[in-house]
């Protein structure tokens, strides 16, 4: 199974639910992770982020920012979007319905449809920063039970 994340600048959300989901799925599960815009194309992740993960025992220093590719469509089996101006990005950059099929809204996995956007703490603080870890942390759990059942 490979899973992508994906957020507006890949230096918050997706970088730390690639590092979430890494923790929790078996070895032979590939997850990465990628922006809509290519403005941090090349970055590692929000210093906040990095911060957050760490305090959780995670990792993501590595990372590096990357923008969503056409060929992420065919790589990938589940295209997991931060929020609504997101997905609607990446859907644009489909070509058919399969692809169409694999993009899904996050948080939407939790069955709460009406809040089921990760918010961009990126204009936030630590506090913010921690409040995101928690939620894709929860969408994460829900994920892996949803694709290991």
Not at 14 to 21: H, K, R, V, W
Not at 55 to 65: E, K, L
Request: aromatic letters at 6%; charged letters at 25%; glycine letters at 6%.
């Amino acid at each position: 199974m490979k899973i992508l994340m994906v957020c507006l600048g890949n230096i918050c959300r997706s970088p730390l639910a690639e590092g979430i989901m890494k923790t929790k799925v078996p070895g032979n599960f590939f997850v990465d992770s990628a922006g809509t815009i290519s403005m941090h194309e090349g970055e590692h992740p929000d210093k906040r982020a990095v911060q957050t993960a760490a305090n959780h025992g995670i990792n993501i220093s590595n990372q590096r920012s990357r923008p969503i590719t056409k060929a992420d469509f065919d790589t990938f089996d589940k295209i997991y979007c931060m929020d609504i101006d997101v997905m609607a990005d990446v859907v644009s950059k489909t070509r058919n319905e399969e692809q169409r099929q694999k993009v899904s809204l996050f948080l939407e996995v939790l069955g709460d449809h009406e809040n089921a956007e990760v918010p961009d703490p990126y204009w936030g603080d630590m506090k913010n920063f921690e409040e995101v870890f928690q939620l894709l942390d929860r969408g994460c759990d829900a994920i892996k039970s949803q694709i290991l059942s």
